[in-house]
Structures are given as structure tokens and as C-alpha cells.
């Protein structure tokens, strides 16, 4: 797995991924001091959380197809550098509006890194480790989140928020000169695939399928709505739950930013062996076929982690509270790396990258949607209980769906 320049690909593609969260979970934990300074709501603060979203989402999309027609690592290159000069830009900010436009740009930044990081698995490595790669490198966002809290909430409370948000800008840029310098798009051929002719690409590929036909295939779409709740549940701690911390709990903005690296935590444990475990349970169950260990590792975690973020609203204690938020954190990026997995099953490497795209733009129209809809809950009933059950809510309802819907593609002759 880390042989011949792999291992490379894995540090890099992990750190791209601790970068991309360190960067967006920023602004929750400045949120407190943003909202004071910039005198906003909480329905116009769950806006600016979601105008991200309106970004990302689109660029999930176009940057999946850039990576399949331009290569993965132009494609990451170029956003990299979008995505940390937007995010440096809030510094600019001086009201509502200009907040928005920011984090929309911002998000149309960092909208291709998923669907090429999976692009570049897709190229490196062989099928029956993708999905342990894809949890591995994936596995560094939650690091990032984690990082996230005491970093921007020390540099904020020291030298005021807008100076924290030029440090993380720098980060970006010298990871994208790093980037271009040491990572190939494709490894070069052994021996042993020189003397086949084949790549682990080509040895993969039946043949050139119509992107379009993924479409309409209710495995696409029904993967795509689990990972919509997985999205509606992790932006809603992403954006939230500090304020959560702060407003619902009466904890101080020091204690929020390091009480918050404890989820972070459970989640970037949870993500790192997500892929290892269904790896493990293809293996096991190899005569059920590769989805059925894919399947039954979603439905099942994605399940728990709904029982557990529906019932933290519920929960008197703080300590519960959180407790129940991690493991659902946990039991939620146990899944992290499947919606990526079942892309690589079924579809043909050519499109891997656009669909895989296409699915995380409909998975992150939760983030459009979830962060406002919370603002609003908050601003009119005073509570965030019922927010917490709208959460688990979805989870639950999407994890029934895979059991009946995501089925093997049946490819066009």
C-alpha cells in the first residue's frame, strides 16, 4: 500500500484533507466573536454557514469532471490555492453580504477535493485497497476539525479572529507548491504490468459507459441520499455545535474550543478505519457479493450515529451530551469512506470521478439546506432539541433505503 511513491500519495492527499477542515471549521469556532463583531443573527449566522455549501456543492460536480478530463492532481492543485485565498479573504469581510459572497467562493475552492482525492485512489491503487486508502487520507478532516479549535480559538482570543484566518491561508498555499512539485498523477508501470499490458486503471475498466446512465440508477441515487444525511449530520456539528456549547451549555468560548476537539477525535478514528473495516467484511463476505459488506457497514453505522445525535438533544448533561455527539461523530465517519467505495464497485474508472461528483453535489445540498433550517429552528423556538432530532431523523429514514435500493449496477452491453 505505500510501496513505489503510494505512500506519498497517502500523506499528501491526508494533509490535503486536515488543511480543507482546519480551513472550514474556522469559522464555527470564531462564530461567537464574528457574530459580535459583525452584530449578526443566528438565522443570518446559519445563512453564511450555508452559502459555503451553495459553492462546494456545485464544485463537488464540476470538479469531479475536471479531474476525469484534466487529471486529479491540476484539478486539487488549482483548488487548493482558490480555496486558501478565500479563505484568507474573510478577513475582508464587513458585514452580511460580503460574508456570503466570501464563503461561496471559499466553497466552490474546496468543492473538488473529495471527488479527486478518490480520483487519484482510483489511479494508485488496486480495487481490493480503495476503499482502506480512500478512510485513511480521508481520515485527516476530521484531524483537521479537531486541530481546528484550539488553534483558531487561541489565535482569536489573542490577536482577534481575522488574524487566524490569514495563518490557515498560508498553510494552503505551501501545501499546493508541495503538491505540484513531489505527486504524479499516475504511477509508472511495474514490470509485471508492462509485460500484461495492463494498469490497475485498465485492468479495472469494462469498457466506456455514458455518464449519464449513472444517473438514473437508483444505486447512485439512494447512496447519494444516505450520504445527504450523513452530510446533514456532520454540517450540523460542524456549524452548530459550538454555538451549541456556547448558547444551550453556558460554556466559555476557551472551554468550547477544546471540548470540541474531543468528537473531532472519535471521528478521525472512526474515518481512518472505516475503509479497513469494510475492506475486511468484502473479504469475509466475498460469495455476498462487494456491496453487501459495503451496505451492511453504512446501514449500521449510519444508523447508531442517528439513535445517538437524536438523543444528545435530549440529554440534560453536558457530558452527555457530548459524549453521545462524539460517538455519533464516530459511528457517522465509519461510513465516511463507503459512499466513495460503492462509487469505485460499480462504476467504470472513466467516470469515477464525475460521478463520484455528482453524488457529492446531491449529498451536499444538506449543507445548503441543514445549517439555515438550524439557524431558524434556534431563532424561533429557543432550543436546539428539535434541530437535534431533524438530524437523526434523516439518518435514520436513509439508512432504511439502502437496504431496499443500492443493488449491482447491470451495465448497458
Avoid at 152 to 176: C, E, Q
Avoid at 360 to 371: E, S
Wanted: hydrophobic share 55%; proline share 3%.
Amino acid at each position: 500500500m505505500f510501496s513505489n511513491g503510494r505512500g506519498m500519495v497517502i500523506v499528501f492527499l491526508f494533509l490535503a484533507g486536515v488543511i480543507n477542515y482546519l480551513d472550514r471549521s474556522a469559522l464555527s469556532i470564531a462564530a461567537p466573536f464574528i457574530q459580535d463583531d459583525l452584530s449578526l443573527t443566528a438565522t443570518q449566522m446559519g445563512i453564511i454557514f450555508s452559502s459555503f455549501s451553495v459553492g462546494y456543492a456545485i464544485f463537488n460536480f464540476l470538479g469531479g469532471m475536471a479531474s476525469d478530463k484534466w487529471g486529479a492532481k491540476l484539478t486539487l492543485f488549482v483548488a487548493m490555492i482558490v480555496w486558501s485565498l478565500f479563505s484568507g479573504a474573510l478577513v475582508l469581510a464587513v458585514g452580511f453580504a460580503s460574508m456570503i459572497v466570501i464563503r461561496i467562493l471559499f466553497g466552490m475552492g474546496e468543492g473538488p477535493l473529495s471527488a479527486t482525492i478518490n480520483k487519484m485512489v482510483n489511479n494508485w491503487f488496486p480495487a481490493n485497497q480503495r476503499a482502506s486508502v480512500v478512510g485513511l487520507t480521508n481520515s485527516g478532516t476530521p484531524l483537521g476539525g479537531a486541530i481546528a479549535g484550539p488553534i483558531v480559538g487561541f489565535i482569536a482570543i489573542s490577536y482577534g479572529w481575522r488574524v487566524s484566518f490569514i495563518a490557515i491561508m498560508v498553510i494552503g498555499l505551501i501545501w499546493a507548491i508541495c503538491w505540484w512539485k513531489f505527486v504524479k498523477e499516475k504511477p509508472a508501470e511495474s514490470k509485471e504490468q508492462k509485460h500484461t499490458g495492463k494498469s490497475y486503471v485498465a485492468a479495472t475498466s469494462e469498457g466506456k459507459v455514458k455518464f449519464t446512465f449513472y444517473l438514473k440508477q437508483k444505486t447512485v441515487l439512494f447512496t447519494a441520499l444516505a450520504f445527504f444525511s450523513y452530510n446533514y449530520i456532520l454540517f450540523f456539528f460542524l456549524t452548530w455545535f459550538p454555538s451549541y456549547l456556547v448558547d444551550a451549555r453556558g460554556l466559555s468560548v476557551e472551554n468550547m474550543s477544546i471540548i470540541t476537539v474531543i468528537p473531532w477525535i472519535f471521528g478521525f478514528i472512526g474515518l481512518a478505519l472505516g475503509g479497513f473495516v469494510s475492506d475486511f467484511f468484502s473479504k469475509k463476505f466475498a460469495q455476498k457479493g462487494v456491496l453487501f459488506s459495503r451496505k451492511l457497514v453504512l446501514v449500521t453505522c449510519l444508523f447508531l450515529s442517528a439513535v445517538c445525535i437524536g438523543f444528545a438533544g435530549l440529554v440534560s448533561t453536558t457530558v452527555s451530551a457530548v459524549t453521545l455527539v462524539a460517538l455519533s461523530v464516530f459511528f457517522l465517519y465509519l461510513t465516511g469512506a463507503i459512499y466513495w467505495a460503492i462509487v469505485n464497485d460499480v462504476v467504470d474508472p472513466g467516470n469515477v470521478g464525475s460521478v463520484g461528483g455528482f453524488m457529492h453535489f446531491l449529498a451536499n445540498t444538506a449543507g445548503i439546506i441543514g445549517p439555515t433550517l438550524t439557524g431558524y429552528i434556534v431563532d424561533t423556538s429557543g432550543t436546539y432539541t428539535v434541530a437535534f432530532l431533524l438530524a437523526g431523523g434523516l439518518a435514520i429514514v436513509a439508512s432504511l433505503a439502502v437496504i431496499r435500493f443500492v443493488r449491482p449496477i447491470v451495465k448497458p452491453a
